[in-house]
């Protein structure tokens, strides 16, 4: 009893001391709890998880979380610094300089003391990503980086071969250690650090589990103070169905991407909230010009007149989504909103097919010279989507009105690929394009650009298109620019050399609990250290 | 096990693993041979993202270091195969040898418990029609199993999913949260899907009760019989052990293909799922990984039915 007191204040000491504030950065100063798990479902796997040698865009999201590149981009599209505090460009727009933070550090291995980032790291990227032995996607777009050096410790110097307008929203790349891969000198995907990577970002890798689910756990030291939620976790699902079931029972938290079929249900729900975000892509019907019967502008309009866009945005997805009148996503600077999509007119489809000399042949169908207007159209399937089968069921119906024989043909995506990329051997096809923010659609129409495996795959071939693209580029203003594009835009919505149909607004849902949540349109995490759940509806 | 068969046994083992070796080699030539011919190739994998010119490919094959003959890239993967080294997966880097190894374990957790299951309905059922004769309770079970078998497999699994969750109120989210190792309920049901839909239960009770029948019909069960000896014990390695291998051995083809559409439907992550994803990216040293452990595990499952043949029946090796 005489002891009682001392083990009292002994207990109240530990109680004290284990309450005090962990060591490290600055907890947010937003007021908001952490704590909490996110549980999001992805339709497929990752490949591997450091930002290089991946391509997809799941592993894209990951490497999002766990990496920082030199500058990020903020809600408003505008350029925020990250790893690099500020910078610096030369009169001549050839020499970027960055000045680095220098309170930042890679994600620790166990039991190690935590790394410093440097300027090193930074130029070992470089060196990385550009190496002849790296297979990347990434190397196309640094072309126009000349060389690095290091100035000191904390900075870095860029020299560029030719200046570039936008170029600082570039060097947004993700940085990777120095003392990450096993290789230093090219990266390939059986490094460990492929599937072990050390970033800086708000989350690191913990492990994957037995069913290939990615566990991240918050990153206590991230510079711009700890993330709220504790741990993310990428569950991997083969099949969509089963995905919006699992959301639906709590099993997971979020769902990236909402097959639109699910749209309703999900909409009906109170507990979830479904946020739209616009991916910078748009789908196409696109015409091989080397057939002559579509060599004639007549013909591809008239079929942009048959078809019925709005009812089948409507009918297919649930009228989720924006009719396009040109060759750029809606939600990019370069969309011309004064050009409108060409209205949905089978009788002027008919008078341009009659004008391009065709008549109807007894049997319904367009004839000119002898020549019947019956065309293949060949789809691919890369994985399940019934939509798809309905869009081209319901373009085949619309062009049969108006005397036109449509065969549709599904084949296997690679297959496809080399059929319209290497062979062309189609006449029409339906596809998407998904672009990055640059809005640079070049290699689609450029006559240089019709070739084995080059974009511009119907051969379309424009003299003034060529002239314009070419200024387009060439251009460091950015109102010149943006005045080119939307000629180009108009020009080529005349020209028809597809018919473009639609952006699809993409949905993410995710249970109520989640707060705060910005989405960025195809990155996807960028913002995600600010996201928070209520203590109380932690799990 | 009776001394006269353990020499016939010890010659069929050893002629069957010769004959195996040879059999994978030719899976592994044609195999490959359908993967070069066929569309596509793994650098589209590995460059989605950028077109793929002739350039870039040529300078990724140049990074990995590979051939241009088909003959020489062939012979370079069989020298590495012999030292054990099945290369790495073109999607996401890891050795091909240790990816196959575990999703082929959790394949055969699935296809083994699923066959047993399997038996397990089917047998009794065979035993009754067979001993007392097609009455009404045989007769609608029989009818039963066959239209069960003909049921598509992954139309029951998205039945079974969806009663488990709206009945039941539990999500079959198989291998469980990332904190459980084992989730035995988890496991059930596509054990379920797969031992029901996979077309074998029909086949089970039509061939062991045909048979058992023909045995009971033999001579000498007669004799045991007006002996007063058991017939079950008599009939019970010609009638029921023969015909069961014999059924397992040649249906385990068609289980490994169902099981791909019950690992898609489950997320349950084994050998059907990945084979599937790999075809997709032509992940080439992947699809000869698994391809050649699907047909060791044909190869094995009639080599041990051959011996259980010789086993109960030494001469048979003779015949």
Redesign the interface.
């Known amino acids: 009893m005489k002891r009682l007191p001392s083990v009292l204040l002994l207990i109240f000491f530990f109680v004290f001391i284990m309450m005090a504030p962990q060591a490290g950065a600055e907890p947010k100063t937003d007021g908001k709890p952490d704590g909490g798990a996110l ?1 999001y479902g992805e339709y497929g ?1 990752p ?2 998880l450091d930002p290089i ?1 991946s ?2 865009m799941i592993s894209m999201r990951i490497t999002e979380l766990i990496f920082n590149g030199l500058v990020g981009i903020n809600e408003k599209q505008e350029i925020v610094p990250e790893l690099a505090e500020r910078w610096e460009m030369s009169e001549d727009g050839k020499f970027y300089t960055f000045y680095l933070r220098q309170d930042v550090t890679w994600h620790p291995k166990e039991e190690e003391e935590p790394v410093p980032f440097t300027a090193e790291d930074v130029i070992f990227t470089y060196n990385i990503m550009m190496h ?4 990347t ?1 990434m190397k ?1 777009r640094y072309e126009f980086i000349e060389s690095v050096i290091k100035m000191d410790d904390f900075t870095v110097q860029f020299t560029l071969k030719r200046p570039i307008l936008n170029a600082l929203a570039k060097f947004s790349f993700k940085v990777i250690p120095q003392h990450g891969p096993a290789n230093q000198e ?1 990266l ?4 460990p650090f ?2 072990k990577p050390i970033g800086t970002g708000p989350y690191m890798l913990k492990n994957i ?5 990615v ?1 991240l756990v918050a990153n206590e030291n991230y510079f711009k103070g700890r993330p709220h939620i504790n741990k993310f ?1 990428a569950r ?4 969509q ?2 995905m919006s ?2 959301l639906l ?1 709590n ?1 997971i938290d979020m769902i990236v991407l909402v097959n639109h079929r699910d749209i309703p249900q999900i909409q009906g729900d109170k507990r979830y909230v479904l946020q739209p975000y616009n991916a910078l892509s748009y789908s196409f019907f696109g015409y091989n010009m080397r057939n002559p019967l579509l060599a004639d502008k007549r013909v591809r309009k008239a079929f942009t007149y048959a078809v019925n866009r709005q009812e089948m945005l409507d009918s297919f997805f649930q009228g989720q989504g924006t009719i396009i009148s040109g060759p750029f996503a809606p939600g990019s600077w370069a969309y011309n909103l004064d050009v409108q999509p060409l209205p949905f007119d089978p009788q002027k489809a008919i008078e341009l097919l009659n004008e391009a000399g065709f008549v109807k042949g007894d049997d319904g169908i367009m004839v000119k010279d002898g020549q019947k207007l019956s065309l293949t159209l060949k789809v691919p399937i890369a994985k399940e989507s019934e939509a798809v089968k309905r869009v081209v069921l319901a373009f085949k119906n619309y062009l049969n009105k108006i005397g036109v024989d449509i065969e549709g043909e599904f084949k ?4 496809w ?2 059929d319209v ?1 290497l062979n062309h051997e189609f006449d029409i096809i339906f596809a998407s394009w998904v672009f990055d923010d640059s809005a640079d659609i070049s ?1 689609l129409f450029h006559s240089a650009e019709i070739g ?4 511009n795959f119907g051969a379309y071939s424009n003299p003034e298109i060529d002239s314009l693209i070419v200024e387009s580029k060439l251009t460091l203003d950015h109102e010149k620019r943006r005045t080119i594009n939307r000629k180009l835009h108009a020009i080529i919505a005349d020209e028809s050399p597809y018919t473009f149909l639609w952006t699809l607004t993409n949905y993410a849902a995710f249970n109520k609990k989640l707060r705060r949540v910005a989405i960025h349109p195809y990155k996807f995490f960028s913002f995600a250290d600010d996201w928070f759940i209520p203590t109380s509806e932690q799990r | 096990m009776k001394l006269s068969s353990v020499r016939p046994i010890a010659l069929l083992i050893s002629k069957e693993l010769v004959i195996a070796a040879f059999l994978l080699l030719g899976v592994s030539f044609v195999i490959f041979i359908i993967l070069f011919l066929s569309p596509g190739d793994p650098f589209s994998t590995m460059l989605k993202g950028q077109m793929l010119s002739g350039a870039a490919k040529a300078g990724a094959r140049e990074a990995l270091g590979i051939s241009q003959a088909w003959y020489s890239q062939y012979l370079s993967w069989l020298a590495n195969m012999l030292h054990g080294d099945f290369g790495t997966s073109t999607r996401t880097g890891l050795p091909v040898l240790g990816e196959v190894i575990r999703v082929g374990i959790n394949t055969l957790y699935l296809t083994v418990a699923s066959m047993l299951l399997t038996l397990l309905l089917a047998v009794p059922i065979a035993i009754f029609s067979a001993r007392r004769g097609m009455t009404f309770f045989n007769w609608t079970s029989t009818i039963f199993t066959y239209v069960v078998s003909a049921l598509p497999i992954f139309w029951l699994g998205y039945i079974v999913i969806y009663i488990s969750m709206h009945q039941f109120g539990f999500f079959p989210l198989a291998f469980g949260s990332s904190s459980q190792k084992f989730d035995w309920l988890n496991f059930m049901l596509p054990v379920f899907v797969l031992g029901i839909g996979n077309g074998t239960i029909s086949e089970v009770v039509r061939y062991l009760r045909e048979e058992m029948e023909r045995v009971f019909s033999e001579d000498y069960i007669r004799t045991a019989h007006a002996k007063g000896a058991s017939i079950w014990k008599h009939s019970f390695k010609e009638g029921f052990l023969i015909p069961i291998t014999e059924t397992i051995a040649t249906k385990i083809p068609f289980i490994l293909g169902g099981a791909v559409v019950v690992e898609q439907v489950f997320n349950w992550p084994g050998m059907g799922r990945m084979a599937w994803q790999a075809a997709q990216d032509r992940d080439y040293p992947l699809i000869m990984g698994i391809t050649l452990l699907a047909a060791i595990i044909v190869r094995l499952g009639s080599l041990i039915q051959r011996v259980v043949h010789i086993m109960v029946n030494p001469r048979a090796s003779q015949e």
Request: hydrophobic share 35%; glycine share 0%; charged share 30%.
């Open positions: 549980n796997r490949t591997t040698t391509n997809d002849p032995k790296t297979i996607s196309v090219f390939s995907r059986e490094d492929a599937q589990t037995a069913d290939r689910e566990i976790a991997p699902f083969a099949d169905n089963i079931q699992a029972f099993a296997e995506w690679l297959s690929k080399e990329f290699s084995s495996w080059k974009n």
